[in-house]
């Protein structure tokens, strides 16, 4: 038997749930710098004297999990009833984000605990599955444990092709052909997180960090930043439009101080054979216009890329 | 029981292809499996675009109406068996359009399309028929349908008696709820086709070895000095080879939320565009006799190549060997020499093979689309100016005149000029008209 663990017996877990991962890393680093001081005088030299160099730690052991992944319905449950998603398996992405981490999460025969997320990103472009990716924050050490296996009957990701995405202004969805007229290439959304971490001395210090991983924890966890851009790739980008994000009145006035964009996922295969598949998430983004490009090449089109960026804290 | 393939037609916008000896058509799916980590292979997902092709031989037996057809035309067409059968596609391109001719046999031309629509067993060779357009009894046209199992199951109609198109802003009964219209079998709508040009009274041309004139016209001066035209009679051509092919881009966007009723499988490419240019080759077989090659070196002056042998005009044109009127005409401008060579076998004849390449730009390129003056049908091209007759008032009217933009896809769907916003601010200059 192989002393290695092959692919398909690597599961990816976060928290409760796994993550259907066609890539995943994981790193670690502990902290430990370059000590050295001054620590006598020696007076056969006259001169001063340092310690003998040594490796000092500064902060606990952290590490990133980053890893891609293709989504399905045991990451995302739609609440049909509020219209909204209710993402209550792994990431926490709405107003209501939570600051806890997760507890606990494994990649292969390998456990690792305390994981905060720190990005989560998709795209979705036709003839391709909706690719996500995430990147967490992972503080203590990881431990070797034994592999693990699941079987899952139904896998049903999203795709690109069953999906939908819609760009209103004002009220105005901007796709209407008498209108703006806009053709959606590819969009790509996603949320980035931003945590401060606080370290309590005394906590730390205690002798359970020997004999516990992940005992050097901080001891608060606060968000500081949280943020969704959606990149759009289109036949357009947004013209005339002043600093505060308005359409200049000579070119049309339409207010794009708020664009809203909103990303409807589905699954691939129409299980229910109903002719239509289940909605799988519903991702929205309302915001303005921070960036926008042209770009252009032999053979192709001019292709617009704008960004739309909404904070949320 | 199988059913050999001896009384098929091939349908072309609606008429019959002569001429068949084969005929192709396929579609390739683009799949790629997915692998999970914990799980290993979960299944295969679609991956790309599915497009099909379709590949056409025949003998030249006449003029070609498959010829006339643009570059940026839609073609719809198919196959239909004897066993009532068929096979069709919808929103294909010419891609290619190749004649090979040689001493001693009958013209042949090869023929490929790229369907962007759809291929199958259930898809209509027929036209899809219009609610504006007029029909003369006896045309057929198809109407999408989809069977229970999700596959494509097109219905056949034939027009009972002429139909005038409607006036502006009616639109005619579609052929299921008209009594106007009658639900063929795929049978029966190849005896009507059949019926509506019989075999005998098809009137074919079959072009001969001397109803066909080659001519090399020099280079930019118009000057046949130092071309095959110069020895007329001294260098009998035994074949020549012509190909024109088109090299074709589709894009394909995301859905929107309005096409959620819409089924997947209407799901098309957005847009299809022709990368430029256009690449057509000639190459001749020579009996050669008396003629200068070129040398190789003098490729490399510039000034050589208006001398013409390595840029020149060449024509051809098949006529009809009963009244010599031209049949098909095969042309390059400035067709640029792409080799020569001689082959000298013992107790054989010495040959000369000559090959060319010309190039076709769009004619107004890089212009995205034109635009019509309302009043005069004047054209004017996006990237000139606009000649007013008046200067901007400054009371913030727009007074820039009224044109409309066409759509080189589809010229009628117009937009007032006055909605795109970026032309408000344009600068005003002559432009071309």
Known sequence: ?313 | MSFSGHEQVFIVQNQLVSGISDCNMSYNTQTEPLYIAGLGYVDNFISGPTEGQVELSRYMLGEDFIKSIDDEDRVQGGIIFDSGRSVGFTRGRLLNYRVSCNVGQIPEISNSFKVYGNLGGGVSPFSLWSSSSPYAADDLVSRKHTATDGFAEDKVYKAKNIIPAPSAGVSNDAPEDSSDWELVTMLEAKEILAESKKIKERNYIIPTQGSIDISFKGSIYKDTTNTLSEFAGSNPILGFNYSRGLDLDSLYALREEADSGTPITDYEALDIQIIYPIKTTFDFTVSMDNYKLSDMRAFLDYANWVNGRIEQDIVVQMKNPQDDSVLMEYSISKAKLLSEGISSPSQQESTLTVSFEGVETEEFSPFFGEYRHTVTGAIIYRSNWLLLSTVDPGNGEDWRGNYTEVYKEDPSRYIELSDLAEYKHSQVEVRKQ
């Open chain 1, 1 to 313: 038997m192989s002393q290695f663990v092959s692919f398909r017996d690597c599961m990816v877990t976060i928290g409760a749930f796994q993550v259907y991962a066609t890539s995943v890393s994981l790193d670690m680093q502990t902290s430990l710098t370059k000590d050295v001081r001054l620590e006598g005088f020696d007076g056969d030299l006259v001169a001063a004297t340092v310690n003998r160099p040594t490796l000092t730690p500064t902060d606990g052991v952290k590490g990133t999990l980053s890893v891609d992944f293709v989504v399905s319905k045991q990451h995302f449950l739609y609440d049909e009833i509020e219209n909204e998603n209710n993402i209550a398996s792994i990431f926490e992405l709405n107003k209501q984000t939570s600051t806890a981490l997760q507890q606990f999460g494994r990649v292969g025969n390998y456990r690792f605990f305390n994981a905060g997320l720190k990005s989560f990103s998709f795209s979705m472009r036709p003839f391709d599955l909706v690719r996500a990716s995430a990147e967490y924050e992972i503080f203590g050490s990881i431990i070797q444990v034994s592999k693990e296996l699941d079987v899952i009957d139904n896998l049903n990701p999203a795709e690109g092709l069953k999906s939908f995405g819609d760009v209103v202004v004002d009220g105005i969805n901007l796709q209407d052909q008498s209108r703006f007229n806009i053709q959606l290439l590819s969009a790509q959304y996603s949320v980035r997180a931003s945590r401060k971490y606080n370290f309590s001395i005394r906590a730390n210090e205690h002798p359970v960090a020997n004999y516990v991983p992940g005992a050097i924890m901080p001891y608060r966890v606060s968000l500081a930043d949280l943020t969704i851009e959606t990149q759009i790739t289109s036949n357009k980008i947004i013209p005339a439009i002043n600093e505060t994000g308005k359409m200049q009145h000579g070119f049309g006035g339409e207010d794009f101080s708020e664009v809203e964009v909103t990303l409807q996922l589905f699954e691939a295969k129409d299980e229910a054979g109903d002719g239509q598949s289940n909605l799988l998430a519903k991702f929205g983004c309302v915001g303005q216009v921070t960036q926008q490009s042209l770009s252009a090449q032999g053979g192709s089109y001019l292709n617009g890329n704008f960004s739309v960026k909404q904070v949320i804290k």
